[in-house]
C-alpha cells in the first residue's frame, strides 16, 4: 500500500534523488546572482570606469581587454547556467518517470494481491482511468516536488536581496503585499480543491460507465435501449461541464485577483523611489536597477504560485487514489508455513456450509477417490465445488487438505495443489505454452531488491539511465524483475526434468483429453526459419517427399499441388507468374509501389498486358457490385481486390487502360497490376482465365526464374522463395511445405484430412513433439475463442494437471451422462490416479467408482435413502452403499447441522 | 458455375428472395464455393455451426440419432439450404448432413448471412416461415415415429 500522502511517498520512495536535484539547484543560485551583478559591473566598471590598463591575477589589462573579459565571463555564465537548467531537467524527468512507475505497479500490484473476492470492489474501467490517466499528471509533478519551490524560491530570494542590496526601503515595498497574497490565494485555492475532489470522482463514474456500455453493448442494443444509456452517459457529462466550468472560473479569478495584487507594486516603487531619488536619498541608476529586477520578481513568484495550485490539486487526487485503494484486504503476507503445500493426507470437510450448500456429515476422501457433489440447486453445488478447492471459504466449518485448512494457504501455496475448472475458463494473451503453464509459473522467484531503499551511493548512481538495463531500471522503480518472455516455470511440480520433457507432457496429456489436434494444427500452421531450424526444415523436406511419393492416394482431392508447367488455381497469380512464395507473408510483396524490383521487372515482360488486362476485367466486374452498398457495409470486408472505399479510382483506372492506354499513370499501371497479382482464381468465381492467358501467366515463370529469383534466393533480404522440391520455404507454413502445394479452396471441410494424415506420418518419424512445439509457440486468439467450448475446458483441465494437484475440482466439465462427459472422468481417473475428483453432477453420482457422494438436497432425501430401496433419483444400489458408507465416516461429527 | 448463374441460383432459394439484387450478387461473389464428395459430411451434430450452405449441385442427406436409432429426416436438393439454424440461433448443429451424391455448394459465413438479414427484413420472415415448417414436418414425423412404435 503506497504512503498516505504525496509528500511521504516523495520522501519515502525519491529522497536521495531529491536531493541531489535540490544540490543542483543550490549551485545555479550564485551563478544566478552573478548573471544580475555582472551586467552593472559591465556598464559601471568596464565601459564608464577609468584607470587602465588594470591588473587582473598578474595580467595587466586595457579597457577593451577588461571589456572584453567580463563580457566573456557573461557568456560563460549564460552557458553553465544553462546547462545546469539540462542536467536539472533531465534528473526530474527521471525521478518523475520511475515514482509514476512505481506508484503504477504498487497501485495495479495491490489490486492483484487482494484477498478473494475482494477485487470485486473495483470496476475495470475505474482502475484503468486511476493508474493510466489519473497517475499520469502525478508523475509529472513528483519529479520536481522540491526542485520548483527550492528554484524559483530561491530565485525570488535572490532577487529580493539583489533589491534590498540597492536599498533596505525599496526592498520592503517590493515584499509589502506578497503577505496579502499568502493569506488570500490559499482561501480561494479552497474552493478549487473542493471541485476538483468532485470531478474527480465524476471521472470514475464516467470511465466506469464508459466501461459498462461497451460491456454491455450487446444487451443495450438487444433490448433497443442505447438511447437510455446515451442519456445517462450525457448526464454524467453534463456534470462533468458543470465541475470543469467552476473549477476554470475560480482558477481564472485566482489569477485576476494575483495579477491585480502585483500590478500594484510598481506604484509603490514609482511613488516610494520617486520620493527618494528626489529627495536624494536614493541613485536614479539604483532605482531603474531596481524596478528591473522587480519586473524580475513576478516571473518566480508566478511560478511558485502555480507550483502551490498544482501541488494543492494533485496532493488531493493522490489522496483520493490512495484513500479508494484502501478499500479491501490484502492477502497477509505468508506466516511461516503458510507458504508451503500441506503434507500428503486425504481431504476432509464438513460438516460445513458454504452459500447456499450445507454438508451436515464429515467426510475423509483418500487420494484417488471421485467425491460426486449432487442434488440442491447448482449454485450450491458449485460453491461446494469451489470451496472444496479453497477458492470460496465457507460461512462455517473448514474444508482441510493433509491436515491444514485449504483457506489458510497462500495463493502460492494453495495453486500448487488444487486446480478447478470453471464454466469459461480464462487464457490471457499469449503463446499457447504461456497460457497452458499458468499453473507452473514460479511463486518462488522472489522480488529483486529496491534500489531506491539501498545504500545512498547506489541510489545517486542509480540517477543515471541504462537503456539497455531493465533489470536494474526495474529494481530502480520497485518492480518485479522477472523476464515476462521467459518466465521461470516450476518444472518439479510438473515433475519433468527440462523444457523439452514438459513440452512431451503437454502432448501427453493432450493426447489423453483428446485435445491434440489444435496443438498440432496451429503447429502445421506456424512458419519456421530453415536456416535456424536446421534438422527440423530437413526432416520436414523428408516428410514432404513422403508425402508426394504417396500424393496418388487421394491427397490429390483435396491439395493441388505445384507443377512447373501448369498454373495452380489455388495460388495467387504472383506466386503463378514467379513459381515462388513471398519469404515474408506480413510483406506487401505485390505492392509494386514499395517493390520496385518486382515493378521493374514487370515493366516490358510479355506478362504484363495480361495481368493488366486481367485486372481491369476484375474491375470492371466487380465495381458494380460495390455501387449501392453502404461504405460500412459489413458485406465489404469480405472484399479485398482492392479497397471498395477507392473503387471509382479503379474503375476510372480500368478505364484508361480500356480507352487509352498509353494515358495510364504510372500509379494506375500498379493498382491494376497490384488487384491482377493478388487474384486467386479459385478463390473468387469470375471466369476470366482464357487458355491464352494462362498460358502466358505460366511461360513467364521461366523468365522470373532467370531475372529476379536465381540470384537472389539464399539473400538475406530477398523478396521471394522460388518453389522447388529440395527447398524449405520458409514463407508458407509447415503444412504447405510438406504438401508443396495449396489446399484447396473448394475442400475447405476435407483439409482436417490432410492434417491427420501428416499427424500419422509426423509420429512415424518421431517429429510430432516437434511440430506441436511449433503450435504451443504460436500466439492464441484471445480466450481460445476460436475453439469448441468443450475444448477450451479440455484444455483448462490439461492445465491445472500439468501442477499435477492432489484436488481437482470440476465445475462443469463431467457434470452429466453423456459419453464425453463420463468418458472424460474415466480419463482423468487414469492420466491423475493420485488425484481427488470434486465434481459438480447435474446428475446422478458417478456410476462407477464414486467413493464419496455429497447429496445437498436435504435431510428429507436421506431419510428416503435410508429407509426404502429406492430413493427419488434412481440410484442404483451400488451408489446407495457408497454414499451410505461416506454418510457412515461422519458418525465422529456427528451429522449435526450446522448452524 | 458463373457468377450471374449463382446469382441466379440464389434467387431461387426461398430465403434470398428478397434481397437486393446488388447484394446479392455481392453475397455470390464473396461466398466461397464448397464441393463434397458423396458420403462426405456438411454438418456433424454438435458441432458449432459457423456457416450455412447453399446448394448449388446435388443432394444431401439430413440424418439424426446415433446407432441403431440414426433416421434420415430429410433429403436436400439445389436451391436448399444447409445449416442455417446453428449459425442463426447459436446452437450446436442439430443433425448430421451427408453428401449423397456430388455436391457443390456455397459456404456462406455467419456474419455475411447476419448482415443480410439485418439488411432485408424480409429475409427474416422467410426464416420464420421455414422454421415453422420444419417444426410442423418435426412434429408429424414424431407422432409418425411414436405411432409405429406403439
Redesign the interface.
Known sequence: MPPKTLLEFVLAYSRSAQATIIAVTALSFPIAYLTLELPKQIIDDAILGTGFPRAFWGFSLSQVDYLLLLCGGFFSLFILSNALKYVLNVLRGITGERLLRRMRYMLVGRIMRLKQGDERKYSAGEVVQITVAELQPIGGFVGEYFAVPVMQGGTLLVYFLFIFMQDPLLGLASVALFPVQAYIIPLMQRRVIRLTQARIANARLLSDQVAENVDGIEAFRRHGALDWRMAQLSERLFENFKLRYQLFKQKFLIKFVNNLLSQVMPFFFYTLGGYLVITGRLEIGALVAAIAAYKELSNPWRELLKYYETHSDLSVRYASIVERWSEGEEEPASAAGQDTPPPPGPLAFGPLRVGDAAVTAAHTVQPGSVVSIIGGEATARGALTRSLCGAQPPSAGRATLGGRSLGDLSHPARSRVVGLIEPQPFFPRGSLRDALTLSLMDPKSVEPGDLELGPWWERVAALTVDMQDAVREARASGNFALDPHAPKLDLAQAAVEDAGALDRRILDLALALGVERPIFESGLSARIDPVRRLSLSRALLDMRAALTAEGASGLE?VVEPWRPDELNRNAPLIENILYAAARDPEAPAADLETNRELDAWLKGAPVEATLLDIGAQLIE??A??????APD???L???DLYPADKVDLYRSDALRFRSAPQRLSRSGRRRLLGVALLFTPR?????ILTPERIEALVAARSQASALILAAAYDAPGADFAPIRADRYLPGLTVRENLLLGKLR??????WGRINARIWRLAKERGVELEIAALGLDTAIEPGLRNL??DQRERFAILRALLSRPRVLGLDGPGGSDSPADLALIQNLRRTAPETILVVTRSAGPIESGADVVVDLSGAARATDRDGAGVSPSGSTRAEQSASMRSEAESQPAGGADVA | MSLDQETAALRAVPLFQHVRDKSLQLLAFLAERERFRPGEAMCLTGELGEHAYVLLEGSANVLVGDGDERRQVAVLGPHQVVGEIAVLCDVPRTADVIAADEVLALRISKELLLQMLAETPEMALEVMRSLAIRLHETTQALQAARAVKG
Open positions: 482431392d466486374a466487380t458494380d457490385l460495390l455501387d449501392g452498398q457495409s459489413p458485406l470486408r469480405g472484399f478463390r473468387r468465381r469470375l471466369n479452396l473448394d475442400r475447405r471441410d476435407q469448441q467450448p
